[in-house]
């Protein structure tokens, strides 16, 4: 295929769903898959899905490892970011620890998969690969490009509800809920402009919500909702204050093509 179009605008865009395409519907169905035992099935799965991103911008754009970790926005892990996520969640951990008296219902299987390899794989595939090669390659705009990624990662969510037996508007709930988590932590990213940042609060809400065991779904009741939904404005609120007059991501340029022939 002509190198022109690949790295075109329709090129981009092109090559970009047909990985979330790939991964999406395929990624957890590949037969060798079904050889390994549980929970290193799902973990082997997600770490795959990770490394399809990275192997996709680096064949394309012609990039070095670390310059492919820096093009899905994942650049060095930094105590800002920490303590941003760690200060978000509270609402959450406080609301769900003082429901559940602080006693935690988790393994460290679970911790491993809600607080590592899940908001990683996810954060990865929907927001620094879709996201930011729609946006910052292909030149959409940042809600054209992130209204992409909602439905497929709502629907991947809708197994919960089948699970729970949920009926018509526990599954509208469901898909509302997770669609909303990705415009949340796909504008994160675009205000941060660092991937870390939907990761960290992505896995630190997924892990005070099952820690707790607030609910088997997404769902969840009232007061476990005005938790959550305080916990998200007051990301929204420390995010407008501690990147105001900072530039999105969207506007700041890609990695350069030249890191390939560079050393990391």
């Known amino acids: 295929m002509d190198r022109r179009f690949l790295e075109s605008r329709v090129g981009i865009t092109v090559i970009t769903l047909a990985v979330l395409l790939l991964v999406d519907t395929y990624m957890h169905t590949l037969p060798f898959l079904h050889r390994v035992p549980r929970p290193f099935?799902?973990?082997t799965w997600?770490?795959?899905q990770v490394l399809v991103c990275l192997g996709a911008v680096a064949l394309l754009h012609r990039l070095?490892?670390?310059a492919a970790l820096l093009e899905l926005g994942l650049g060095p892990l930094t105590g800002r970011a920490l303590g941003f996520c760690a200060v978000a969640v509270l609402p959450m951990v406080l609301t769900y620890g003082a429901a559940a008296g602080f006693q935690v219902h988790l393994g460290w299987t679970d911790i491993v998969?809600?607080?590592?390899?899940v908001p990683l794989a996810e954060e990865v595939l929907y927001r620094g690969y879709v996201l930011g090669q729609l946006q910052r390659r292909a030149g959409w705009s940042f809600w054209g490009a992130a209204l992409?990624?909602?439905a497929p990662f709502a629907l991947g969510h809708l197994y919960q509800s089948v699970r729970a037996g949920h009926g018509l508007w526990g599954v509208a709930g469901v898909l509302a809920i997770t669609g909303l988590g990705h415009l949340f932590f796909s504008w994160l990213l675009e205000r941060w402009g660092d991937l870390w940042v939907p990761i960290g609060m992505h896995a630190l809400m997924n892990l005070s919500w099952d820690a707790f065991d607030v609910d088997?779904?997404?769902?969840?009741?009232t007061q476990a909702n005005v938790a959550r939904f305080t916990t998200v404005g007051l990301a929204l609120g420390l995010t407008l204050f501690l990147r105001r007059g900072q530039p999105g991501w969207?506007?700041?340029p890609p990695v350069s093509r030249s890191s390939w022939s560079y050393r990391d």
């Open 46 to 48: 997600q770490s795959a």
């Open 113 to 117: 998969t809600q607080a590592v390899t």
């Open 64 to 66: 070095r490892p670390r």
């Open 216 to 221: 088997a779904t997404a769902l969840g009741g």
């Open 41 to 43: 099935r799902l973990w």
């Open 148 to 150: 992409v990624g909602l």
């Open 250 to 252: 969207g506007a700041t």
